[in-house]
């Protein structure tokens, strides 16, 4: 099955909003094996829509359209689908009364052109919109498949996940698999597993960049569970074969969870004091929740008092290697690890740019120290990017690292 989604509305193309609804339904998509070849977006003028779902029925199985569901004149995604179609508007009495209850619970005035919302295509599937007003709509017609889903993302994935994809049949079993690697760049991981990639289309083998890692997809698809499931399982094991010291997870996770299971598994506990990162590091593993059971604290030494004042790194060792050395990063960690009872310590100090470097320093020199009762040492990095690309590369560099010695 191939699918096109077509994103409707004028804000998108102006760029005053970001379509992350085209994201989120590609990937819901291929994890249900299910190929999507188009995204088409298109302002809010009949004609070209019009155009669009003519130039869509010729290439695709399954068209998604998103926005344009709304009581506004420039929402006409229904009314011209309808049209094109050959399909009559109907005014559904069900869908009228749950808007005017949907205002009265909300306490507020319900204009006549809400109504407009009320009126669905003849035969079609109403799909429940349970956080609005604008009920979706599944139609089949001429062997095709047309959703049609709210523009406002939380209403849309609700919609998607509960009541459009459930109608839309697939014979085949799909297994999914995504393994996250770090410390190798795309196209270097991609030649390690070219012989994979190039020579099978089942499974489905791709690489993907993502904040500072590379994932892995493999989509197999067959008829018989059983062997789905080894093939799936020999495709990991040949991966895994080729590029074992780079795989940090097989479970679609960050780096910082990852980390934080292995310290949690290990009952090992962590502190931070970062320089150049500015708390980015801390800030990241706290999103996760249950951090509390690992992370003792983290701390800004930004200043070089700060570093002597809270964590007793010596003056001399500044003014003789700099703030941005191994020597201040293996201090730091070390001052650290002394001021708490953690397991480890983690330091980072480095120059972020976009000055600040020089021929012996440039910009995105970055030290990490690491500290733990048997021992304490530095590594070194030099990362290319802006200011907040070195931040977010050092991060994750910390993480890995850390990962690793656990």
Do not use: W
Not at 42 to 61: C, F, H, T, W
Not at 132 to 151: C, M
Not at 161 to 181: F, R, S
Not at 321 to 328: K, R
Request: neutral net charge; charged residues 25%.
């Amino acid at each position: 099955m191939i699918a096109e989604i077509i994103s409707v509305g004028t804000e998108i193309i102006l760029g005053s909003t970001l379509n992350t609804n085209a994201h989120y339904i590609t990937k819901k998509l291929s994890y249900m094996g299910i190929d999507v070849y188009f995204h088409t977006t298109v302002i809010d003028d009949p004609k070209l829509l019009e155009d669009a779902i003519n130039i869509g029925m010729k290439r695709s199985d399954l068209l998604i359209f998103t926005g344009g569901l709304g009581p506004t004149y420039d929402d006409m995604t229904k009314e011209v689908v309808a049209k094109t179609l050959g399909i009559k508007l109907i005014l559904n009495n069900s869908i009228e009364e749950n808007i005017k209850k949907y205002f009265e619970k909300t306490n507020r005035p319900m204009t006549s052109n809400n109504i407009k919302q009320a009126y669905m295509p003849e035969g079609s599937i109403i799909l429940k919109n349970e956080i609005g007003t604008a009920p979706g709509i599944y139609i089949e017609y001429n062997s095709k498949i047309f959703i049609l889903l709210p523009g406002p993302p939380k209403e849309m994935e609700l919609m998607l996940n509960k009541y459009a994809l459930p109608l839309i049949k697939q014979d085949n079993i799909i297994k999914v698999k995504t393994i996250n690697t770090i410390g190798i760049g795309e196209s270097a991981l991609e030649d390690m597993l070219k012989d994979l990639i190039g020579n099978t289309q089942n499974p489905s083998i791709a690489t993907y960049a993502k904040d500072g890692r590379v994932d892995i997809k493999i989509i197999v698809k067959g008829t018989n569970e059983e062997k789905a499931n080894k093939l799936l399982e020999n495709t990991i094991e040949k991966i895994d074969s080729k590029i074992s010291k780079y795989i940090y997870s097989y479970e679609d996770e960050s780096i910082e969870q990852t980390l934080y299971k292995k310290l949690l598994d290990k009952n090992m506990t962590i502190a931070f004091c970062e320089s150049c990162t500015g708390g980015l590091i801390v800030s990241r593993f706290t999103r996760i929740p249950g951090v509390s059971q690992v992370l003792d604290r983290g701390i800004v030494t930004y200043s070089n008092k700060a570093k002597i004042e809270e964590l007793g790194v010596k003056k001399e060792t500044l003014n003789k290697y700099g703030a941005v050395s191994e020597q201040v990063a293996i201090e730091m960690a070390m001052g650290l690890l002394n001021k708490t009872e953690v397991d480890i310590a983690l330091s980072t100090t480095g120059i972020a740019g976009p000055s600040g470097g020089n021929e012996k320093k440039p910009v995105g020199l970055v030290y990490i120290g690491i500290a733990t009762d048997n021992n304490a040492y530095a590594i070194k990095s030099i990362f290319n990017g802006d200011r907040t690309t070195i931040q977010n590369r050092t991060t994750m560099k910390a993480f890995d690292e850390l990962r690793k010695i656990i």
